[in-house]
């Protein structure tokens, strides 16, 4: 089992609809949890992270945790063309005390015009 | 704020040879990580330094790949003599501490083929 899954998509929306990322991880000792938005040809960049169970909300990106079910997921409302990239879920932390961050293999987004 | 800086940010050589790159992070960043990260997938942690030391390097192929922090500010990644398959993006990201709520911040990246 991967450490971090993720379905490689792509996933396509259309432009002002909601997009929906899952990711789950193995390891139920993980601690924080983030979402990296990567453009084509570029390094990843933060757009949000979670440590606790809930819903966390900035602007129109929403992260969701539920650590019972090991599911963490991010909600894209009004989705735009510029929102078209692969999205990174990363996990840290966990049972073997070592601060190391695990990436998902990422979904691919397309925001259709 | 300057951000994570590498180079060179295009290698190419050939099978066998060796190269190196270069990470300067962010200043005032304790921790540092190479990433490699192929084509399709997510990066995979090669190394993570906290200062100088070294925290973790358990997925470094260490007959072929080394890497070292010296002072605890810049890194070199060195690869001796690469494969076919060691043709990636390296990237290299810092964050403040090793601490697991620290978000870390990445450099451009250097494209790697290896021919």
């Known amino acids: 089992q991967k450490e971090v899954e993720q379905n490689s998509g792509p996933l396509s929306v259309p432009e002002g609809a909601i997009a929906s990322l899952n990711c789950t991880y193995s390891d139920r000792g993980s601690q924080s949890f983030f979402w990296y938005r990567q453009y084509s040809g570029k390094s990843p960049e933060l757009i949000m992270f979670?440590?606790?169970?809930g819903d966390k909300e900035d602007g129109r990106f929403t992260a969701q945790l539920n650590k019972a079910s090991q599911y963490v997921s991010l909600l894209i409302r009004d989705s735009q063309p510029s929102d078209s990239a692969t999205y990174l879920c990363?996990?840290?932390?966990?049972?073997?005390?070592?601060?190391?961050?695990?990436f998902g293999t990422g979904t691919r987004l397309k925001v259709l015009a | 704020e300057a951000g994570v800086a590498q180079s060179p940010r295009y290698k190419i050589i050939e099978k066998r040879q060796s190269v190196a790159f270069w990470c300067n992070p962010i200043?005032?960043?304790?921790?540092l990580y190479w990433y490699q990260q192929i084509l399709g997938q997510g990066p995979k942690l090669l190394i993570q330094f906290q200062n100088n030391g070294v925290v973790d390097d358990s997925q470094l192929p260490k007959d072929r790949f080394s890497a070292e922090r010296l002072k605890g500010v810049d890194s070199t990644l060195k690869i001796q003599p690469a494969k076919l398959e060691d043709s990636a993006v390296y990237l290299c990201a810092s964050s403040f501490d090793a601490s697991s709520y620290n978000e870390q911040f990445f450099g451009p990246g250097t494209r790697l083929t290896v021919l």
């Open positions: 979670i440590y606790s169970n």
């Open positions: 990363a996990v840290n932390g966990g049972f073997s005390g070592t601060y190391k961050y695990i």
């Open positions: 200043s005032g960043h304790a921790t």
